[in-house]
Nanobody, 115 residues
Framework: QVQLVESGGGLVQAGGSLRLTCAAS????????MAWYRQAPGKQRELVAI???????DYADSVKGRFTISGDNAKNTVYLQMDSLKPEDTAVYCC?????????WGQGTQVTVSS
């Protein structure tokens, strides 16, 4: 059974940095893509960043230039380096791995940015 576990969330002041990690276990295959989503209270879940197995990346406009997604296919792990954090980045961040038509989600980790 595939399980995704996120870590690295927490409380940080505006302008600070955090690095999120999401690692998959219970799998013998590699994923086609790995992504980070976030959901703030009262708002819809939104895609933050995505990386394909080939290394292509894409970002939400709101985080371009501040966040960097990277992945380690051999370890089935994805990272999200978040710099210059803003209070509006406060949300629960979840990772999602894609393997063909199968989607796997982590439980989420809270990121809180104080002003």
């Amino acid at each position: 059974q595939v399980q995704l576990v996120e870590s690295g969330g927490g409380l940080v002041q505006a302008g600070g940095s955090l690095r999120l990690t999401c690692a998959a276990s219970g799998t013998t295959f590699s994923f086609n893509a790995m992504a980070w989503y976030r959901q703030a209270p009262g708002k819809q879940r939104e895609l933050v960043a995505i990386i394909t197995s080939g290394g292509s990346t894409d970002y939400a406009d709101s985080v371009k230039g501040r966040f960097t997604i990277s992945g380690d296919n051999a370890k089935n792990t994805v990272y999200l380096q978040m710099d210059s954090l803003k209070p509006e980045d406060t949300a629960v961040y979840c990772c999602k791995f894609v393997h063909g038509r199968w989607l796997y989600w982590g439980q989420g980790t809270q990121v809180t940015v104080s002003s």
